[in-house]
């Protein structure tokens, strides 16, 4: 298992850092910051060398992907260069530079209502039509979705489940704001037009998700590190009965918690990677593993961030709250953690 | 009357006085909205119900602690706004126990009537689980005082007609002894509002600034600088309502609703036994607590006074239960609860085209306001601080 970062990924880390406390302004376009990434090399940040990339995997994506989440940031890195860059990598790795160079945002849409974490479980129906295809059915939840310029579809055909281009422009999307305010939508495909990428593309739709799983549990890591950083130095300032709120044993203990989650969870990421890296028989297994360790901490860590905020947790002034609003949207989705357990079940050693 | 035929007398009153939309709009579990708050206690005073829980002399309904339980959650399964509580079950028993003949006469009706809502003013942003260390200034000139200061997560100032306020009259002795209770008028020149969005993005929330407030001396519950006094006792009083177990039965019934509704995997929700299992493990919980509830009325109906630390046991297992339960709600919704359904855009109607599926509107908000429930009323940790040091006295 890897665990210590190496030189350069030290350096993106703390550039990353830096960028997201010091210039990643709240009100700044996605589009803006988009930019940015593309010049600071974060979208090829995990793509090998042959296809143009730096040469990294999803280790290095997670690094970047823990620092956007400390700051909330709201633009699809994870979605775009990981999950999409990954099915892109597999079908058309032809397209990539564009991703890369940041001009391309395409979207994996492959979950739909009740799949309940299970990514075989896709009822779009894909019916062919001249030279191209044609699809129908939602796609939900999809992170990102009104950034989109493309999405990639799983749709069934007769011969199982493949993976289609779907342009933006032809595809109606359902637009909404997540619970955490991140922008997302539903793709409501009603015999729209689509272009085949891969005939037969469960195996790789499931290492994409995989990867999702676990980069994204990398993200979450950040956002509850954040939400702990603020919860402890309340305790140091906050004042009542005559003394710091830290000093109550009550509090010190729930610190202490909050802490130990947060290590299991940045822990089990790390598991999460290893088993994207080695790509074996487990590796779905230990990505729904890692999923509902962070999750479950997640939910913990932001809840009682709140709680020992007193009434300014409560606010939607004060930040504390925005953390645990992405950690319960990170919870519910793929299924939700509770889903994810039971996924385990299905897959684990017995 | 037996329990049961007040149960179905309350179902019948609702069916036939509760407006469809109203009862609609009141199971989304946005925050109250007062027309509706206010039409339906105009309803339930035309009965003689708006006051669950007062004296008959004062135009309570005379009914039993077990009976007002069969009234409250009847109305919350319905989906009936509810009644301010602010009016009902913190200032009317204080202004019936302490206060005087004319204060009694002109507000109680008042309350009943919902021709005024209220709004407390205790908190304070350096006085919050230390409360007695409020700094808010009454200081007595000629038959007035003149308020100063600034209270802070004051629900539903905005909309309230008149506030009952913890003020500081007195800096000598302990800082408990030197705290007054006065009802102040909102109207009145000095006051403003300023208001705080929750995290569910609603607005219940408020600052409130007093400068150079002019109250009548007539205001004052009670003696001066006894207000503390009272204040404790009758939130003592209000011990069984703070356990939350309509709510709880209502989220059960909600969470079994929506799971009949949802799919997993092409199956509908409700057959799946992982999930069942879930949904069996919280029920258990809340029968638990409904059981210790049952068991504190009871023996406060007999005159027994359990050595237990009871008020605080309830409030920390219901709130917490609560918050357990929204989670399963969630849960249940699965990506249907992840868009954000403003309050603004899915209260009063629906979009067009909505994404989720119909009945989950209002989930997610109130399960992140329900986080306040933990915090508001003594925090849970202090609760807990209350259960260990009556324990460990002995
Ligand atoms: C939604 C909502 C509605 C409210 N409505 C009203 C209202 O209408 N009117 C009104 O007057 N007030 C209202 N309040 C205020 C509420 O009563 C206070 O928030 C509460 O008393 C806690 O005070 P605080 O927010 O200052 O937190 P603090 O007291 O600063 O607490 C911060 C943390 O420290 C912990 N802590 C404090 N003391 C101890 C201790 N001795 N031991 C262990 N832990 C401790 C707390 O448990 C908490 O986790 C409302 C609050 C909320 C959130």
């Not at chain 1, 739709?205 to 990867?211: E, H, L, P, S, Y």
Request: aromatic share 8%; net charge negative; glycine share 10%.
């Amino acid at each position: 298992m890897r665990v210590l970062p190496n030189e350069d990924q030290v350096m993106f880390r703390d550039a990353a850092r830096r960028w997201v406390e010091q210039e990643a302004d709240a009100d700044a376009s996605i589009a803006d910051q988009w930019a940015k990434f593309a010049e600071l090399g974060w979208l090829m940040i995990g793509l090998p060398e042959d296809v143009g990339g730096l040469g990294g995997d999803a280790f290095d994506a997670a690094i970047i992907a823990e620092e956007l989440g400390r700051g909330l940031v709201k633009a699809p890195f994870v979605g775009v260069a990981v999950t999409a860059a990954q099915l892109l990598l597999a079908f058309a790795p032809d397209r990539l530079e564009a991703l890369m160079a940041g001009e391309e945002k395409p979207l994996l849409a492959h979950v739909e209502m009740g799949a309940g974490g299970d990514p075989s479980w896709v009822e779009t129906q894909a019916v062919k039509d001249g030279e191209g295809w044609r699809l129908t059915g939602t796609k939900t939840a999809v992170i990102g979705a009104p950034l989109a310029d493309s999405f990639l579809v799983s749709a069934r055909t007769e011969d199982g489940i493949g993976l289609f281009e779907v342009s933006a422009d032809s595809a109606k999307l359902r637009e909404y704001l997540l619970i955490d305010m991140r922008p997302a939508g539903d793709l409501v495909l009603e015999g729209t037009e689509a272009k085949l990428l891969a005939a037969d593309a469960l195996g790789e739709i499931t290492r994409a998700v995989d990867f999702e799983l676990v980069v994204e549990s990398a993200e979450a890591v950040g956002v509850m590190q954040t939400a702990f950083d603020m919860t402890r130095d309340y305790l140091n300032t906050r004042q009542q009965y005559g003394k710091l709120i830290g000093q109550f044993q009550a509090l010190q203990h729930r610190l202490a918690d909050m802490f130990i989650e947060l290590e299991q969870a940045r822990s089990i990421v790390l598991r999460g990677l290893d088993a994207l890296l080695r790509d074996e028989a487990d590796r779905s297994a230990i990505a729904a593993a890692t999923r509902v360790k962070v999750a479950q901490a997640g939910h913990f860590v932001g809840a009682q961030g709140i709680q020992l905020h007193g009434g300014i947790g409560m606010t939607d002034e004060f930040p504390v709250g925005h953390h645990f609003r992405q950690l319960i949207a990170f919870e519910m989705a793929h299924g939700g953690a509770s889903r994810q357990v039971e996924r385990y079940a299905e897959m684990m050693d017995v | 009357m037996t329990d049961e035929d007040l149960r179905q007398e309350v179902r019948a009153f609702i069916a036939e006085n509760l407006p469809a939309e109203m009862a609609a709009r009141g199971k989304k579990m946005y925050h109250p909205y007062k027309p509706d708050v206010v039409f339906w206690t105009q309803k339930l005073n035309e009965k003689g119900w708006s006051a669950p829980g007062w004296p008959v002399e004062y135009g309570g309904p005379g009914w039993t602690v077990p009976q007002r339980h069969i009234f409250e959650e009847e109305c919350f399964l319905a989906g009936c706004p509810m009644i301010s509580p602010q009016g009902l079950t913190l200032v009317g028993p204080i202004i019936y126990t302490y206060g005087t003949q004319e204060q009694k006469d002109t507000f109680l009706p008042k309350i009943r009537s919902a021709e005024h809502t209220w709004t407390q003013g205790f908190s304070e942003p350096n006085a919050g689980s230390d409360l007695a260390s409020l700094q808010t200034r009454a200081v007595r000139e000629g038959d007035e005082y003149v308020v100063n200061g600034q209270k802070i997560w004051t629900s539903d100032a905005h909309s309230s007609e008149w506030a009952f306020m913890l003020v500081r009259t007195s800096t000598e002795g302990k800082k408990q002894a030197g705290i007054s209770f006065l009802l102040i008028d909102m109207e009145t020149p000095g006051i403003t509002v300023r208001p705080i969005i929750s995290i569910d993005g609603g607005h219940e929330l408020n600052e409130v600034f007093f400068e150079d407030v002019r109250v009548p001396a007539a205001n004052l519950v009670g003696e001066e600088n006894m207000g503390w006094t009272y204040a404790k006792e009758l939130l003592a009083e209000e011990r069984t309502f703070s356990a939350e177990v309509k709510r709880h039965k209502g989220q059960l019934s909600r969470i079994k609703d929506i799971a009949r509704t949802a799919n997993l995997r092409g199956t509908p929700l409700i057959e799946d036994p992982h999930f069942l299992r879930r949904v069996a493990q919280l029920e258990i919980e809340v029968l638990a607590h409904e059981a210790t509830l049952l068991r504190v009325v009871a023996e406060e109906q007999a005159g027994i006074l359990g050595a237990a630390p009871t008020p605080s046991i309830l409030k920390v297992r219901g709130t917490e239960l609560v918050q357990r339960l929204g989670a399963l709600m969630l849960e249940a919704l699965g990506e249907a609860g992840m868009p954000y359904y403003a309050e603004k855009d899915y209260f009063l109607d629906t979009p067009d085209d909505p994404p989720g599926i119909p009945g989950a509107p209002g989930i997610s908000s109130d399960f992140f306001f329900r986080r306040s429930l933990t915090i508001y009323g003594g925090t849970n940790e202090v609760q807990r601080n209350i259960i260990a040091a009556q324990l460990l006295r002995g």
